[in-house]
């Protein structure tokens, strides 16, 4: 296959967390009972009028300007025309001329599988709009769910700037992060509060873009990253053989992991805008604006990065934490706790981090709890950083920490009266360890015998010393400071060798 050049741009749909439609009082919320939420408005009767939810306009403007794009002095909307089976207006109110977010910018920077990934991605337009509803297709038969009807949606067009499937993915997820952390999403791909078109040429270097493909409704960033690469190759083959790629739209079929024709793509002309004439021009007003800008945060990418610099953690690590806002705020708030407790920052931050991303993830996944909801455990992040604590001042052997964690969980109650209760404090009185040693010596005789024939053979000889450590913290209940009792079983094999 001859060398060729990709340009993919995206087009990114993005379901706002109002409480309403964007243009009538129905409710706006996911899996209730088909056709239960709509209204004259949003099922396009005669002679009704739509008002602008301003807070899809607040919400709209807030990711706008999180892609660092510019907010008009004035945006209005328009009617695109277009057959909708399942929009019974046949028209869908959108943005066109003036859409609320302007020439902004993204940059993409991380890995994605094996491939280092650090480029700037403009972004083109975020545009408000509303929602279609939904077609359920069984046999011959094709039902309508209007309930999707008229929901706020926010479009996110990037311009083509992207050349392979994994940048894509990369962009995907990247946003995801960032519109659930301003929470005017929840980015729930699988329910399609987050779903994806890609446009996709290829010619070759140095002659621009080729003949565009859409690919239609991705719905996780896996498949954006799969179909890419396909229509990549499939036009490689066309453009290889001598023929002509064709303007169309397409979908990927997951099964068959292939793009498959669709309809031939339409042009902006196709859809006859023309200014909405019930809805006025929106000139945002500075109280707005501040609102807007009040609304922003700290970024995922940010996070990351100061995570990093800050608690010395690694890129991996940095990411897997910053990847959930509820996350991220309980990790800070444990390495707070913990820092009060007399840790070093950067050794409490690592520790918090590697409990969270191991046995705190277990845990939630094994009550079913999202990442997001940390929040609703009985484990506080003071109640983590005592642990932590307790562990790295030799209070509390690594065995009996996880003791406490999960009793922790299953109670809310202070890890200290736990401890006390439990009798899980860790031993470090050397003489109530040598007791146990003598214990140990006593009904495991051979087991020293045989390290001490080991001689140099350090292998086989740190083998059987390891054991006799595991018999000595089992007499003691797991409280044994294992290298006092490494220690001290050590000195009694060499006393007997010499003796």
């Given amino acids: ?25 129905c409710p706006s919320s996911f899996g209730d009972e088909p056709n239960t939420h709509v209204c004259p408005v949003c099922m396009g009767y005669p002679g009704v009028l739509p008002s602008l939810n301003i807070e899809a306009m607040r919400m709209g403007c807030t990711v706008a300007r999180a892609l660092n794009c510019t907010i008009p002095e004035r945006t209005w909307f328009e009617r695109k025309q277009y057959f909708y089976p399942d929009m019974t207006k046949n028209y869908q109110i959108s943005q066109f001329a003036s859409p609320l977010g302007q020439q902004g910018w993204v940059d993409l920077e991380g890995k994605n599988g094996s ?22 297709h069984t046999g011959t038969v094709s039902l309508l769910d209007y309930n999707r009807a008229g929901v706020s949606l926010l ?19 990247q946003l995801r992060r960032t519109v659930r952390y301003l929470g005017v999403c929840d980015g729930n791909m699988e329910e399609g509060s987050l779903r994806a078109d890609a446009n ?17 409704n991705l719905n996780s960033s896996r498949f954006v990253r799969l179909g890419l690469n396909y229509e990549i190759n499939r036009q490689g083959e066309f453009l290889d053989a001598g023929r002509a790629v064709v303007q169309e739209t397409r979908l990927w079929n997951e099964n068959r992991d292939q793009t498959e024709p669709m309809r031939q793509k339409e042009n902006a002309q196709d859809y006859r805008y023309f200014p909405e004439p019930d809805l006025p021009v929106f000139t945002p007003e500075a109280a707005f604006l501040k609102r807007v800008e009040e ?75 999202a990442v997001s909801a940390i929040g609703a455990l009985k484990l506080l992040p003071k109640h983590l950083a005592m642990i932590v ?27 200290e009266l736990i401890i006390t209760e439990k009798g ?19 009904s495991e005789g051979a087991v020293f015998a045989e390290a001490r ?47």
């Fill in 389 to 415: 604590a307790f562990t790295v001042q030799g209070k509390l052997s690594g065995k009996n920490a996880k003791q406490t964690l999960e009793a922790v969980v299953e109670s809310g109650r202070d890890p």
């Fill in 295 to 369: 609304s922003l945060i700290e970024l995922p990418q940010a996070r990351i990065k100061r995570f990093e610099k800050e608690y010395g953690l690694n890129e991996e690590h940095a990411e897997l934490i910053s990847d959930e806002k509820a996350l991220a705020d309980y990790f800070e708030e444990a390495v707070s706790a913990a820092a009060a407790l007399g840790l070093v920052k950067e050794d409490g931050a690592n520790r918090i981090a590697n409990w969270l991303l191991s046995d705190i993830r277990h845990i939630l996944a094994r009550e079913g709890t």
């Fill in 115 to 136: 491939q280092a990934i650090k480029k700037r991605v403009r972004i083109k337009e975020c545009h408000l709009e509303e929602d279609a509803g939904k077609m359920i």
């Fill in 155 to 173: 479009e996110i067009v990037t311009e083509p700037d992207m050349e392979t499937g994994e940048e894509a993915e990369l962009f995907i997820r």
């Fill in 1 to 25: 296959m001859a060398q060729y050049q990709s340009f993919i741009g995206l087009e990114v749909h993005i379901h706002l967390l109002t409480k309403t439609k964007v243009f009538c009082g």
């Fill in 200 to 216: 996709v040429s290829i010619n070759l270097p140095g002659k621009g873009l080729g003949k565009k493909v859409e690919i239609k």
């Fill in 424 to 442: 899980w404090e860790q031993l470090t009185d050397p003489a109530k360890i040598a007791e146990a040693v003598k214990s140990v010596y006593a």
């Fill in 453 to 499: 024939a080991a001689g140099d053979n350090l292998k086989r000889r740190h083998t059987l010393t390891a054991f006799l450590v595991g018999k000595v913290l089992a007499v003691t209940g797991g409280r044994a400071d294992p290298k006092i009792a490494g220690a001290q079983v050590e000195e009694l094999i060499l006393e007997r060798s010499e003796a």
